[in-house]
């Protein structure tokens, strides 16, 4: 029993990879904004990466 389960979250894992990687993989990533939206600087007024 434990390992169909185990074997579905697998199949899962896979298929999620698969997707991943035909929609672009690793160069969709934008490395130079790490986020969607930058974070609020907390006590400087200063934002980080390029402006």
Same mark, same amino acid.
């Given at each position: $029993? %434990?390992? &169909?389960?185990? $074997?579905?979250?697998? =199949?899962? =894992?896979?298929? =999620? ?7 672009? @993989?690793? /160069?969709? %990533?934008?490395?130079? &904004?790490?986020?969607? &939206?930058? %974070? %609020? ?7 980080? @990466?390029? /402006?």
């Amino acid at each position: $029993m %434990a390992f &169909k389960h185990l $074997m579905e979250v697998v =199949l899962v =894992l896979v298929v =999620l990879w698969f997707v991943w990687f035909f929609t672009g @993989g690793p /160069q969709r %990533a934008d490395n130079d &904004k790490p986020f969607i &939206k930058p %974070a %609020a600087p907390i006590d400087t007024g200063e934002t980080y @990466g390029p /402006q």
